[in-house]
């Protein structure tokens, strides 16, 4: 999965850096990859992210890794450097699933993220199970009050659509 990982990664680079070219997208264009539990426990992942970043002379703030909140979860302080550190990089980082592992409110406020990924199964209960529109809400909230913008996955119809719009979801 290592070398595949560092493969896509690179693809993505390249094509991203091909499609600005030809101006696709320009600034709001942003690319996520997904990093398995396995590569974000590898003890070079900064060094051979920040390589791939730099060959392909793509713009950091353009890449968003995504990491499922029950990798975050596993050792706190080793996730926190290894969080700062590929902040320091220059990427975005997003918390995957979120609500769905067991997180610690207290960790979120430690980790460098900029998004949070609300999991679909919240969406999909969202305005027909009042628990699930709770959750929602409150993701929402404690999100944007940390200063994390909120995505929701799995949104398939209208109505959750203007639900996530009224809770002020970002997207």
Same mark, same amino acid.
């Given at each position: =999965?290592? &070398? ?8 993505? /680079? @390249? ?14 264009? /942003? ?9 974000? #426990?590898? &003890?070079?992942?900064? @060094? ?7 060959? +392909?002379?793509?713009? &950091?703030?353009?890449? =968003? ?13 080793? +996730?926190?450097? #290894? ?9 975005? $980082?997003? $918390? ?12 979120? #406020? #430690?980790? &460098?993220?900029?998004?949070?990924? $609300? ?53």
């Amino acid at each position: =999965i290592v &070398p595949l990982g560092a493969w896509v990664l690179r693809a993505a /680079c @390249e094509q991203s850096v091909r499609w600005k070219a030809l101006g696709v997208g320009q600034e709001s264009l /942003c690319i996520s990859i997904n990093l398995s539990a396995r590569q974000f #426990r590898q &003890p070079d992942l900064v @060094e051979s992210i920040d390589a791939i970043l730099r060959s +392909t002379g793509i713009d &950091p703030t353009s890449i =968003i890794f995504e990491i499922t909140e029950t990798v975050v979860m596993g050792d706190a302080e080793e +996730t926190i450097a #290894r969080l700062t550190a590929l902040k320091a990089l220059g990427v975005q $980082i997003s $918390i995957d699933d979120f609500g769905t592992g067991y997180s610690s409110l207290a960790y979120l #406020r #430690r980790f &460098p993220v900029d998004v949070l990924k $609300i999991d679909r199964s919240f969406i999909a209960g969202l305005g027909v199970h009042d628990e699930d529109t709770a959750i929602v809400t409150a993701i929402i909230s404690l999100a944007h009050s940390l200063g994390i913008r909120v995505v929701a996955e799995g949104v398939e119809t209208a109505e959750q659509a203007m639900q996530l719009a009224a809770l002020s979801c970002d997207d």
